[in-house]
């Protein structure tokens, strides 16, 4: 069996293909995706070609519909040859046809072209199709810095839709070209900005033209931050920019990190979404420095996380099977190892962490292979031992190497209680901080000088301060 898939052209009777017209006209069976297209009046005048109009009607949703109509079209050749008619170009922004060529089974599937939407838009617009993006607007995947013609917009519900999907990207005042009537004598074009889109009627032969924005105005995608930051970088760009190193880099890097924990511990998502943005210019600014000097590109970099995510994730891109987070875990931790082969547990643990953070890290790796007190009462005897023992050191070595001890075996204590020690500690620091200040204030405010005062006076103060923290 033989299925045709015919394309109608994009208007009239005029911009029908003689292959396709006479086809069509070949008295083999017919089967329309819809009657809405100016052709089929003519062709069909008595209505006798059935259509998918009905599956429209019913359908719940345009997954389901073409679904539908791929099952309807491939039950009527089941029989014999058929031909299946669609607006345009079959392979222009066609998902049935699509879907049909994408698993034909037992059909012989032919596909007669025709003059497609986008060939009649270019014309009208006078632009230059390269570097185009067709798009559907009821599946909307755009690069904003492509032009694109969006299909597919036939009503003003489906164009206010398309309207907020592309707020995403282009500004409010982004102007585009509404195309209405394509291929008819009533075709027209209209300019109007962004916003108001979906303030016209639609029908079956609109589209929108939606022009690119430049590199720089590209600023809600990843895309458009990694073009500014290159232009940053270029040999025309920023001297500031371009004599970065990694050395030189590193204290910001440490920095825009502290500045996200703290948005974090604030509560603050808009700070916390600012502070994030300055990390990523980070990585992005290592990254350019790295390209400049032949090291390695975002790709590298976008590849090397990619690949190890899948790896480590096998419950999820593979077959195994993971049914609760501490499985996945101790499979995580597993095939971390199994990468590192005969290194060290401790060795992936970074010289450079905050002391008490990396010391919970080691402390927990040596933990999984059985190294580590049985309960907490072991580390809670172990903390009194090294306290006995800072308080009788006798050199300024000793008290740091004991204090040291102290300090691990509460990093032990904390992780066993599921405390972070360095959260634990920032939120001390913080407690501290706001009640010195209420402290300054409270001096101030009675004229009193805190360094003139003795320390009866300045803990009452301190007491008063944590009082009002509970009122």
């Known amino acids: 069996m033989t299925l045709y898939a ?25 089967l329309l995706r819809t009657r809405h297209h100016p052709t089929i009046p003519v062709l069909d005048p008595e209505g006798r070609w059935p259509s998918c109009d009905d599956l429209y009607a019913r359908g719940e949703t345009f997954e389901g519909v073409y679904a539908a109509i791929v099952e ?11 031909i299946y008619a669609v607006p345009g170009h079959p392979l222009v922004a066609e998902r049935t046809v699509r879907d049909l060529v994408a698993d034909p089974r037992r059909l012989d599937i032919q ?3 025709g003059l497609s939407y986008v060939d009649l838009a270019l014309a009208v617009l006078r632009v230059d199709g390269e570097n185009l993006q067709v798009c559907d607007a009821l599946a909307l995947r755009i690069d904003p810095q492509r032009p694109a013609i969006i299909g597919q917009v036939h009503s003003r519900e489906v164009a206010s839709d398309l309207k907020l999907a592309l707020l995403d990207f282009f500004p409010a005042e982004h102007e585009v070209v509404l195309l209405f009537e394509l291929g008819t004598a009533e075709e027209r074009a209209e300019r109007v900005a962004l916003a108001d889109l979906d303030r016209r009627p639609f029908g ?16 809600r995608r990843f895309d458009g931050l990694y073009a500014i930051v290159s232009r ?9 920019d371009r004599e970065q190193t990694h050395e030189s880099l590193k204290p910001h890097l440490l920095e825009e990190t502290y500045e996200v924990l703290d948005a974090i511990d604030a509560g603050d998502p808009t700070r916390l979404a600012e502070e994030l943005g300055d990390l990523l210019l980070q990585v992005l600014m290592h990254e350019a420095v790295a390209r400049r000097l032949g090291e390695f590109s975002i790709g590298d970099i976008t590849e090397s996380i990619a690949r190890k995510l899948i790896r480590r994730h096998p419950h999820v891109f593979g077959t195994a099977s993971a049914r609760t987070a501490e499985e996945v875990r101790r499979s995580w931790e597993e095939l971390k190892q199994a990468e590192r082969g005969d290194e060290s547990i401790l060795e992936g643990v970074p010289r450079s962490m905050p002391a008490l953070a990396a010391s919970q890290v080691m402390q927990g790796r040596a933990r999984r292979l059985g190294f580590d007190w049985p309960d907490l009462e072991g580390p809670l005897e172990k903390l009194a031992e090294e306290v006995r023992e800072f308080a009788a050191s006798a050199t300024p070595d000793q008290r740091e190497d004991e204090f040291g001890d102290i300090l691990f075996v509460l990093a032990n204590i904390a992780q066993r209680l ?3 020690a360095e959260a634990a500690l920032r939120r001390a620091n913080e407690k501290f901080r706001r009640r010195f ?35």
């Open 111 to 113: 596909v007669v072209p």
């Open 232 to 240: 940053l970088h270029a040999p025309d760009g920023c001297p500031w």
């Open 418 to 420: 599921g405390i972070d």
């Open 72 to 82: 309807r079209v491939r039950s009527m050749a089941a029989t014999g040859d058929l």
């Open 204 to 219: 079956y032969l609109s589209c929108v033209y939606v022009p690119p924005l430049a590199p720089e105005a590209d600023v």
């Open 437 to 471: 200040a209420r402290v300054e204030a409270l001096a101030k405010e009675r004229g009193l000088d805190l360094r003139s005062l003795d320390l009866a006076d300045l803990d009452a103060l301190w007491e008063e301060a944590k009082a009002s923290e509970r009122d």
């Open 6 to 30: 015919v394309g109608l052209g994009p208007g009239d009777a005029r911009y029908l293909t003689t292959e396709a017209r006479d086809l069509l006209l070949s008295g083999r069976p017919v």
